[in-house]
């Protein structure tokens, strides 16, 4: 079989690659360069701690132990370790924590000298704070990750073309050719669309609908920051979250840093405004020991691949079955999932767990509106 995949970013990487597993001859067009979208600016925070309807949950539940599966030096599995001070935090925190018992994920309450044996830069919360630990949890360097996925599908004999945007998918009887904007045509027998945030333009190069939420006008559900810090001389082994900042190891001594209380101030046509970097970094010393004089050493704005109902898009968009599209937040922890997935689906094997998220749902009737982003308690 011949298939082109569009899109190069950690999703289409890892679908490349199951598709090589499985002895398909594929060509991946990238428009820029492998990673350049949402891949390079994502927390790379694997879980499903808080993710909802059920059959979200149990696709990202999958995805979690999909990555302990696919062992590397790009995975972390060393857990999430949340702090909740407030009394709303800790009542959210302890309704979560029974719901995700029942639905038999991995999570622990654990006492104060537990979660400073755990991280010991941790900076005491007041009395009465509770601490839940999320063992299953990890992070990723997503660019690693990249790497691994890219690495095996050329290895399975893919074709990477990058500089190659695409303006045209033509479905027959016989098959797909994809145009890029060069003139060069791609031929296959099924193309799959994974497009990131640009899922929508290439859809419609098909003449499909597949409806994102476009960063530019969708605030926080769309947009983050994301700051990184200099390196620092503090111990911090894992994700940490709090109410008014979220962190974990960047290499090198470095923080990954994210406050979702200033999301809704992101505006990805413009740079960080110092004020909200300043603001962050202001947050750090009251979290994590060790960390005074810390700088900024890079601060973007993330822009999430958010389908417009906020749910994971996978499936044929076309009735000849000839255009698969893939569109979906939590890319990073998806993907390993996705690889065996969507691959077994272009092979004509179902899955179950991809069973809900088909994109016919925007065609045969109107999608509900998309939720905001997980938050903490008093967070807007």
């Not at 499903?48 to 999909?66: I, R």
Request: proline share 8%; hydrophobic share 45%.
């Amino acid at each position: 079989m011949r298939v082109v995949v569009i899109g190069a970013g950690v999703v289409g990487a890892a679908v490349a690659a199951g598709l090589t597993r499985r002895g398909a001859r594929v060509t991946v067009l990238e428009a820029g360069v492998p990673g350049a979208g949402t891949t390079a600016t994502s927390v790379a925070w694997v879980n499903a701690n808080n993710k909802t309807p059920k059959a979200y949950f149990d696709l990202n539940h999958a995805a979690v132990w999909a990555h302990h599966q696919l062992p590397g030096d790009w995975f972390f599995p060393t857990g999430n370790l949340e702090c909740a001070v407030t009394g709303e935090h800790r009542e959210l925190l302890d309704a979560r924590v029974t719901r995700l018992l029942g639905l038999g994920y991995p999570v622990e309450r654990v006492t104060a000298r537990r979660a400073l044996a755990l991280e010991p830069d941790l900076v005491p919360p007041p009395t009465g704070t509770e601490y839940v630990f999320f063992p299953g949890e990890g992070y990723v360097q997503p660019l690693r990750l990249l790497g691994r996925l890219l690495g095996e599908a050329r290895d399975g004999g893919a074709g990477l073309e990058c500089g190659a945007e695409v303006v045209a998918i033509e479905s027959s009887a016989s098959g797909v050719r994809v145009t890029v904007a060069d003139g060069r045509a791609f031929a296959g027998d099924v193309v799959v669309t994974c497009a990131g945030r640009w899922t929508q333009h290439v859809a419609a190069t098909a003449g499909l609908t597949v409806p994102m939420l476009d960063p530019a006008v969708s605030g926080a559900v769309t947009n983050g920051f994301l700051v990184t810090t200099s390196p620092v001389p503090a111990r911090l082994s894992r994700v940490l979250t709090t109410a008014a900042l979220n962190l974990r190891p960047d290499g090198g001594g470095r923080l990954l840093l994210q406050s979702l209380p200033l999301d809704g101030l992101a505006d990805p046509a413009t740079p960080v405004p110092e004020e909200v970097r300043a603001e962050i970094m202001a947050l750090l010393p009251g979290v994590l020991r060790a960390t005074d004089g810390a700088v900024v050493e890079r601060a973007v704005v993330g822009q999430r691949a958010m389908p417009g109902d906020g749910l994971t898009v996978a499936g044929f968009a076309d009735a000849e079955r000839r255009v698969y599209t893939v569109a979906t937040h939590s890319g990073v922890t998806l993907a390993p999932l996705l690889m065996a997935e969507v691959a077994g689906e272009v092979f004509g094997a179902e899955s179950e767990l991809l069973a809900p998220f088909r994109p016919s749902r925007f065609t045969d009737g109107p999608a509900g509106p998309a939720p905001a982003p997980a938050r903490r308690p008093g967070q807007q």
